[in-house]
């Protein structure tokens, strides 16, 4: 491999012409280089590309039609320009040759953002009289990406690489990429991100509740496609994993040790592809029994599905012998019924589709086993092509065998109406997953949510990431004391700084993380309402009630002043017939003549201070008296105002007071001279008015 990649070299000819130097990469591309050319249908000219390092292919649609379905085919107008096409094929191909990796789709994006802005400032696009302007305009369409950053990235490679080539004019290689400093990912979307844009990646709760309320549910309500989204979300839970990795789960992934304390602590453990290592994640207790419900549960409905990968690893002749096939010698022709059953379909008409499918017609007569299982087998080829694995294996490391693979399901197990196939295997994609969990509305399709999990159990179309979960967790983790580097290593990371970018808290929780590391949080505990019953047993003394509670003072300490003032205030407007308002009249009055006369009781035992409540209470106690007269008087009709006149104790006497204050003024308190000299003194003053 390395001896291939010293020869991928072009040396451009600085005395050529940049369209020379252009014409002469691009031949040598094509004619030289060797990469993907035995790959099946690769040919230069192809609209689309296999993506190797993805298992999946890519096609050269241009900026508009990125979106395009793969059942459609591209037409002319949606494909990259004829005069740039070439460029990005050569480029590809060459920057592949040197150094594979994963990130072509979003070099495609740069160059397709790159071939709009030359598109529209030119009428016949030349990539070596591209200008900064070009790149500005590429720019401002991949502002609204989130990825953006690193489109761009891509993008200055794109420019490098041509710029060495002798291809792009030499001063354009001074363009940088603006997504730097404040605007860059780090600050928007990353660790230094703001608090609401953090909070969007916090999974949502609703759609966590959802799921786990059919978690709970008995077992025999459940068919295989909820056992899958509710099991492997309680997994995701358990520890911060990828949905990825869940292809590199073992049947007993979900393990348990002796912990160093020597209690009983279960794990998972699998292989990380992308740290390329072996980890074991403990699981908290909490989750405990939740994780081991769900690897059970996924274990029992795939149990079939590696039993017939086993069989199928030994590269069999016969037909496998599936609970429901037909009990006849192998070579006996079938008739149409066993040919459905030894097929596990059963409609005729779906069994009828599959013959036609790999025959070229739907009769269903004149087949053995014998001749089903040679069908079958081309079948399961193109199912999987990469056998026994479920995944591109690396020369480095194999991934596991479908018999191994907790995740190992049979074609159309997860579907919602066809019958799942005995005799074939479907490699289990993430996608299976995530597209369950998403509620959006496709608009363009027949059915808008073909296979939302949420309105399938007649709840609220909802979406949740997969990947959220994992914040969630390592939310979790911070949140209740776990390092940061106890995080990183827990979530498989390479670094302390990706951490960062998910750890996200409110100002609340930091304040209360905070408070209790310093020991200055100070928990409040609200006393609960004291009822009228509880009040009863303090018997009656030197407190008042009010609707609020009880106010506890002292004999010495006097009456509160402000206590049953509504009824001295000129304010006041009641109405005759209010029921509710004289139940609240009659309670106060009886209140305030249980203080009199406990108040009168304790003079009576020598506490001379007392007499400071009876004086109070007993103009109150004449108040409320008469207020009751008056609203029980049958010759007052219903629905008559009733206005007290108070002790001038009004709004217009509070405007007055405070303008006398900030005059210098005093204005003597009437109720205060009452209690200190006396009514006789007031009444006196008054006369003076």
Not at 335 to 353: I, N, P
Not at 431 to 442: A, E, H, I, P, Q
Not at 444 to 469: A, E, I, V, W, Y
């Amino acid at each position: 491999m390395c001896a291939d990649l010293k020869l991928v070299s072009f040396n451009p000819n600085p005395k050529l012409s940049p369209q020379t130097n252009l014409k002469q990469f691009i031949k040598y591309c094509r004619e030289e280089l060797t990469l993907w050319a035995d790959e099946d249908s690769f040919t230069w000219g192809a609209a689309s590309w296999p993506d190797t390092a993805k298992d999946s292919r890519f096609r050269f649609t241009n900026f508009e039609s990125v979106g395009l379905h793969w059942s459609v085919e591209p037409t002319e107008d949606q494909l990259i320009h004829p005069a740039l096409i070439e460029v990005i094929k050569s480029y590809l191909r060459y920057r592949h040759s040197l150094k594979p990796h994963k990130n072509l789709p979003r070099e495609m994006q740069a160059f397709r953002a790159l071939e709009k802005a030359l598109v529209e400032d030119m009428a016949y696009p030349d990539i070596t009289k591209v200008h900064t302007r070009h790149f500005n305009r590429a720019t401002e369409l991949l502002s609204d990406f989130a990825g953006r950053q690193a489109i761009v990235n891509s993008l200055l490679q794109i420019l490098s690489l041509l710029s060495e080539k002798l291809i792009v004019p030499a001063e354009v290689i001074r363009w940088q990429n603006p997504y730097i400093r404040g605007d860059s990912y780090h600050h928007l979307r990353g660790a230094n991100a703001p608090s609401d844009v953090k909070a969007k990646k916090v999974a949502n709760q609703d759609a966590l509740f959802t799921i786990a309320d059919v978690f709970s549910r008995p077992i025999a309500e459940l068919d295989d496609s909820d056992i899958m989204v509710t099991s492997v979300t309680a997994l995701l839970l358990s520890a911060p994993m990828r949905i990825g990795e869940t292809l590199r789960w073992r049947k007993d992934c979900l393990r348990s040790d002796n912990d160093k304390h020597g209690t009983l602590q279960r794990y998972l453990a699998y292989y990380v592809p992308k740290t390329r290592s072996y980890t074991r994640k403990a699981v908290p207790t909490t989750m405990s029994e939740v994780a081991q419900e769900a690897t059970d549960r996924l274990t029992t409905i795939t149990e079939e599905g590696r039993r017939l990968a086993m069989y199928m690893e030994t590269n069999p002749t016969k037909f496998y012998r599936h609970a429901n096939c037909p009990n006849v010698s192998d070579d006996q022709e079938l008739t149409r019924e066993q040919v459905a059953q030894a097929l596990g379909y059963a409609h005729r008409k779906a069994c009828e589709d599959f013959i036609k499918k790999h025959t070229g017609t739907y009769s269903l007569t004149g087949f053995t086993l014998n001749s089903l299982w040679q069908i079958i087998l081309a079948a399961h080829r193109k199912l999987n092509p990469y056998f026994p694995y479920q995944e591109r294996p690396q020369a480095e490391l194999k991934p596991l065998k479908m018999s191994e693979s907790l995740m190992c399901f049979r074609r159309l197990q997860l579907g919602a109406c066809s019958s799942t196939s005995p005799v074939l295997l479907a490699p289990f994609n993430p996608d299976y997953y995530r597209k369950r969990l998403d509620g959006t509305v496709k608009a363009d399709r027949k059915n808008q949510r073909p296979l939302c999990f949420f309105t399938k159990h007649g709840f609220d179309p909802l979406r949740l990431n997969s990947h959220s979960l994992r914040h969630f967790v390592n939310r979790l983790a911070k949140q209740h004391g776990v390092s940061i580097e106890q995080i990183t290593e827990w979530s498989s990371r390479a670094s302390i700084q990706q951490s960062r970018t998910y750890l996200h808290e409110t100002p609340e929780q930091r304040l209360a993380r905070a408070s209790s590391i310093m020991q200055t949080k100070q928990e409040h505990e609200t006393l609960p309402p004291v009822s009228a019953d509880e009040a009863a047993n303090y018997g009656q003394g030197p407190y008042h009630r009010s609707r609020y509670g009880i106010c506890r003072r002292s004999w010495r300490a006097g009456p509160c002043i402000k206590f049953a003032d509504c009824t001295n205030c000129s304010e006041l407007l009641a109405c005759k017939g209010d029921k509710i308002a004289l139940a609240a009249v009659k309670n106060d009055r009886d209140n305030m003549v249980r203080t009199w006369e406990a108040a009168q009781r304790a003079i009576e035992t020598g506490e001379r201070s007392a007499s400071l409540w009876m004086e109070k209470a007993t103009p109150q106690i004449q108040r409320l008296i008469e207020l009751v007269n008056i609203m029980e008087d049958p010759n007052i009709p219903d629905g008559s105002p009733i206005q007290l006149i108070g002790a001038d104790f009004n709004h217009e006497a509070q405007i007055i007071q405070k303008n006398a204050k900030q005059a210098g003024v005093e204005l003597l308190d009437k109720e205060q001279l009452t209690l200190e000299y006396g009514q006789e003194l007031v009444e006196y003053l008054e006369m003076l008015v």
